[in-house]
């Protein structure tokens, strides 16, 4: 029983972020019988989740969290009363790439997992099970229950691993509805107690047959494993996008080729300009240290190669729109449709679209960048060279007097826009490059637009 005897268990999850937050909006959501109390130090994020204005955009999201904020679910600044009532803590907090010291581009910095580690050690008064929920390098609940044991207050902290899967812009159907959920202990008797108080939590909503329980390591590892092989899909068809190009193969008829194999399957076959997204990037390169640490070298490089495909994508995409648009754009207006690295999300982390408007500035064209949910983070991302960029939340105006459009986020409603006006208002030729191939681009044509997609070919007038 809690110390707060209304509640079943009393649950506690740091760091308010785009996990901590709709995870525990969706264990509340399911579980009315726990109290959920989700800390951050970043008091406005926190006064956000307080509000109907919350500090993410998520679909869905805000109706959760309503379901139960007040009732079982509760945002606080308190961090250190909320861990001495505890005994469940989720750990939530961000796991940035070190761009400091030694494995400076591509170590995972723990400094802040750390941090809250030492802080649960120095407030807590019982004993605790710490739930690893940010992404880690394999082998870190070790040297958390190093630090987290080595207490003379007689404490004990069992470490226990459950990585999380949503994605962003379906992350409450992906919580209320998981292919899986992975938990992993130590297999000690302390250690399977701990996994089993973890699985009674998701079993409120889970079929049991999709809770897995692994030992530690492997659920540390599963979770950049998982993360490895998705953003491989994207660089593997990427590359194959630059050869569809070339041979006048169409690359999305390819993806459904082999899609259709059950072996590949049909999902995450989507050419684009690249992955972004504040994760897999970070992963594998995580992954790569790890393996480099280990001396597995040629490993290393294989898992490297994924994100160089990428960084490879995102610069031939702004070299064919230089080498199209007559081999300058000094001087022309560029309008950028979306921002965010996916769409149905304001979050632009790692965003293709980032490293897309330097290249295009580094030339000099004149950027306009339209996005119905992330222009407030964009002019963040920009903040070296917001002189040369223009912002527009309607894309009719980014359009006007451009030289070309070029489609960065696959936001439906870009799908549906007036292309005529929008054509009528531009400079000619026209081009729009359809980085997300999710136009008509044949009706675009014939409108007049040169049309240029990923991995097919272009529709020209010249
Ligand atoms: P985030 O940056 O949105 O949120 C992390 C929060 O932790 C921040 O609000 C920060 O203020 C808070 N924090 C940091 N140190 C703290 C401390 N000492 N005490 C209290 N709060 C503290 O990050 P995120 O996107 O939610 O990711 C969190 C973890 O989950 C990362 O390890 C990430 O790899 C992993 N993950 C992210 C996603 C995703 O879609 N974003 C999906 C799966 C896993
Ligand atoms: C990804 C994983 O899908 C989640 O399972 C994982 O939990 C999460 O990372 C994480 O660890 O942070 P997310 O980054 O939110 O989720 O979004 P994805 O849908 O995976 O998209 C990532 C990037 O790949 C986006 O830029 C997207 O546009 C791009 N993408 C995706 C493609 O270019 N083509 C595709 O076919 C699919």
Not at 82 to 91: D, L, N, P, R, S
Not at 139 to 155: H, Q
Not at 191 to 198: E, F, Q, R, W, Y
Not at 293 to 317: D, I, P, T
Request: aromatic share 10%; with cysteine.
């Amino acid at each position: 029983m809690s110390s707060d005897s209304k509640f079943a268990r009393n649950i506690l999850c740091i760091g308010a972020g785009y996990v901590g937050g709709p995870t525990m909006a969706a264990i509340a959501a399911k579980c009315p019988q726990y109290k959920v109390t989700v800390v951050d130090i970043n008091e406005s994020r926190i006064a956000a989740w307080n509000t109907d204005h919350l500090p993410i955009y998520e679909p869905g999201l805000l109706d959760v969290v309503k379901q139960a904020r007040g009732r079982n679910l509760f945002f606080s600044t308190d961090v250190e009363n909320a861990i001495k009532e505890a005994e469940i803590i989720f750990v939530s907090v961000n796991t940035p790439t070190k761009d400091f010291g030694a494995g400076a581009g591509k170590a995972a910095d723990l400094q802040y997992w750390e941090k809250t580690a030492r802080d649960i050690v120095r407030v807590s008064t019982s004993d605790k099970i710490i739930v690893e929920k940010s992404t880690l390098p394999v082998r870190t609940a070790k040297a958390m229950e190093r630090i987290l044991n080595a207490n003379d207050k007689g404490i004990h902290f069992e470490v226990v691993s459950n990585p999380e899967f949503l994605a962003e812009g379906t992350a409450v159907a992906d919580l209320m509805n998981p292919d899986r959920v992975l938990i992993g202990s130590q297999l000690t008797e302390a250690g399977l107690k701990a996994c089993d108080v973890i699985v009674e939590i998701y079993a409120n909503w889970v079929p049991r047959d999709r809770i897995l329980t692994t030992n530690v390591w492997s659920a540390e590892l599963s979770k950049l494993v998982a993360n490895a092989f998705l953003a491989q899909r994207i660089s593997s068809i990427n590359s194959i996008s630059a050869l569809c190009e070339r041979t006048e193969a169409n690359v999305s008829e390819v993806a459904r080729a082999i899609g259709k194999d059950s072996r590949i399957g049909p999902r995450f076959l989507n050419a684009s300009i690249g992955f972004g997204g504040s994760c897999f990037k970070k992963d594998i390169l995580n992954l790569v240290y790890i393996c480099e640490s280990y001396g597995l070298h040629e490993v290393a490089r294989y898992w490297e190669s994924v994100v160089q495909m990428n960084e490879y994508q995102k610069r031939r995409f702004v070299q064919t729109m230089i080498r199209v648009m007559f081999n300058t754009i000094a001087g022309k207006r560029i309008a950028l449709f979306g921002f965010a690295f996916k769409a149905d999300t304001g979050d632009t982390r790692e965003s293709p679209a980032i490293d897309v408007t330097k290249q295009l500035v580094e030339e000099r064209a004149r950027v306009v960048i339209t996005d119905p949910q992330a222009l407030e983070n964009a002019k963040k991302d920009l903040e070296g060279c917001l002189s040369h960029v223009e912002f527009a939340s309607d894309p009719y105006a980014a359009a006007k007097g451009a030289h070309a459009i070029a489609i960065m986020t696959e936001w439906e409603e870009y799908k549906d826009l007036d292309y005529k006006k929008i054509y009528s208002e531009m400079e000619k030729p026209a081009f729009i490059f359809d980085g997300r191939n999710i136009l008509d681009h044949e009706a675009l044509h014939r409108i007049g637009f040169n049309v240029f997609p990923l991995g097919r070919s272009a529709w020209k007038h010249f």
